[in-house]
């Protein structure tokens, strides 16, 4: 039996002290062509695009998260694990691409986590203000959930809307956003829709 998708919960968030990170959108993912392409990115870009366009429109900090195929000296079990493949997935999309202003960054990674050998820590540190983080892209279940057990482990806030957030399937999609609903006691995680962010 398919698991139920978590109840949307409304949430108002203060534009100073909250940042959109935007997880993997990139070609290979959101392309049909791509190699990894997962065909929920159709329903969610139109979402996330505007709820980016709300972002720059209030001058909100915006996060990329750009996944790479290359890893970093120290990670050779990844590399193994990673097989013949050693590459880049590609850039963001058309839609969602960064663009030259102060508060828009880029982070590489090499792994799942955004955490994990980047300057993620270093850039939030750099950000003292911000305590919320809204989180968008793809997969639910993979690079969006280690993003937003990151996040959470650090207790900030987190709000993950679910009509911006894809996986392979309703299944693994259901079963995800479940997991991210209860991932911690002390910092929950808030599942909602881009139209129920509200934002102040």
């Not at 109840?7 to 791509?34: A, S, W």
């Not at 957030?165 to 956003?177: F, P």
Request: hydrophobic share 40%; proline share 8%; aromatic share 10%.
């Amino acid at each position: 039996m398919l698991l139920k998708f978590p109840e949307p919960r409304p949430v108002k968030v203060k534009v100073e002290e909250t940042l959109l990170q935007i997880v993997d959108m990139q070609y290979d993912f959101c392309n049909p062509n791509g190699a990894f392409y997962v065909p929920m990115t159709e329903m969610i870009l139109p979402n996330i695009k505007k709820l980016l366009d709300r972002a720059r429109e209030l001058d909100m900090v915006v996060v990329y998260q750009d996944s790479h195929g290359y890893p970093t000296p120290g990670e050779i079990r990844w590399k193994r694990l990673r097989g013949s493949f050693n590459g880049w997935y590609g850039p963001v999309v058309d839609e969602l691409k960064p663009v030259n202003r102060p508060k828009e960054y880029i982070v590489p990674k090499t792994t799942h986590d955004i955490f994990f050998h980047t300057w993620m820590d270093e850039l939030l540190e750099n950000l003292p203000e911000i305590d919320t983080a809204i989180v968008v892209g793809v997969k639910t279940n993979v690079c969006v959930l280690y993003t937003v057990a990151g996040y959470c482990i650090r207790g900030y806030r987190v709000i993950v809307p679910m009509d911006c957030v894809a996986a392979m399937n309703d299944e693994i999609q259901a079963m995800a956003l479940n997991v991210i609903a209860n991932l911690c006691p002390a910092f929950p995680a808030t599942i909602t829709t881009s139209e129920m962010i509200t934002l102040v």
